[in-house]
């Protein structure tokens, strides 16, 4: 059975795509797709069924990233699904937290930056959505360190 990974953000455009991509490519790069499986969602449902922001696009393709989906929003049953729910910023968290069915799911709960030894355990992916293209840059930057710190964490814990 693989070990399933869901991103969450805010709406899903943005900062839980470009995880998502992020993680994808590493997890090919170390030819674990069928040992690992990720997914992304939002707390808010405002941009369901849409693709990520051309801006989140625009910079995943020029950093060699696909950050690609449809919107959704996370739901009770991915608290079931998913062995790691990574939130990108505190206000998430605590709506992950306040969702999450049981105590195991809400152990199942943390932020993404938490996985990167450079930053502090509390540490937000800052929402780019607001300003200009280099927030979105700075966004990869970001997620790639996460995303290399949680895959570390995942082949540790389940021996992959």
């Not at 369901?48 to 919107?71: I, S």
């Not at 062995?83 to 605590?94: E, K």
């Not at 306040?98 to 929402?127: C, G, K």
Request: charge should be negative; include cysteine; glycine fraction near 8%.
């Amino acid at each position: 059975m693989p070990v399933r990974v869901c991103f969450v953000c805010l709406g899903n455009i943005c900062r839980s795509p470009t995880a998502e991509a992020a993680m994808r490519q590493l997890i090919d790069a170390a030819d674990l797709a069928a040992a690992i499986e990720i997914d992304s969602a939002g707390t808010g449902a405002w941009h369901v069924g849409e693709p990520p922001d051309r801006r989140a696009r625009a910079a995943g393709k020029l950093r060699g990233l696909d950050v690609r989906g449809q919107a959704r929003k996370v739901v009770v049953e991915d608290f079931d699904r998913f062995d790691y729910i990574v939130a990108m910023d505190r206000s998430n968290r605590t709506d992950l937290q306040q969702l999450a069915p049981s105590e195991t799911a809400h152990d199942r709960i943390a932020l993404l930056r938490s996985y990167d030894p450079a930053s502090h355990t509390d540490a937000e992916v800052p929402d780019p959505y607001y300003g200009g293209d280099d927030g979105f840059e700075r966004v990869i930057d970001i997620c790639e360190a996460g995303c290399r710190g949680l895959l570390e964490h995942i082949r540790k814990r389940h021996e992959l």
